[in-house]
């Protein structure tokens, strides 16, 4: 059995992309290290204007629908664990609503966000066993990243700040 991963080329732009830069290629919680990943655009994007990341989610959630599923056709996969472009997305989804005030924010935000992706709470598990394809990949972390939001809005105040 051929191993998916070896039809990866991160020559490839989409490739590229749909991994996380690669970061989705960890041996080890690949998950994680796209959303890792995703920090550091997170920050840049907030730093040029904070009305960018909007614009970014739905740019990203729009691209990143054709690149997983592209992705996921050419490794001959549905949603490999090195595709991560989703955990992109909904970790910029789960801080659109606060701001970064300190790094315990950005912290609290990748924690919620992991844990509401692993875990997959309903509806989160019902769309990731029913919605295929690219939007299937992007659909359950949008909706992660939406329950994160919410989650990291309502506990922002009671964060050591």
Request: hydrophobic share 55%; charged share 10%; aromatic share 10%.
């Amino acid at each position: 059995m051929n191993n998916p991963i070896s039809k990866i080329r991160l020559s490839n732009p989409i490739h590229l992309l749909a991994t996380g830069f690669g970061s989705g290629l960890s041996p080890i919680v690949p998950g994680t290290m796209g959303t890792l990943a995703a920090v550091p655009f997170y920050l840049l994007i907030v730093a040029l204007s904070p009305t960018l990341l909007p614009v970014a989610i739905v740019v990203g959630a729009a691209v990143g629908i054709y690149l997983c599923g592209r992705t996921s056709e050419d490794m001959g996969v549905h949603d490999h664990g090195s595709i991560v472009w989703d955990e992109f997305v909904g970790f910029w989804i789960t801080m659109l609503l606060v701001p970064v005030m300190t790094w315990q924010i950005v912290l609290a935000g990748f924690v919620i966000f992991r844990f509401f992706d692993m875990v997959k709470p309903w509806p989160i598990s019902w769309l990731d066993k029913k919605v295929h394809g690219g939007l299937g990949i992007m659909l359950d972390d949008i909706v992660a990243g939406l329950m994160s939001m919410i989650t990291l809005w309502l506990i922002t105040p009671y964060l050591p700040l």
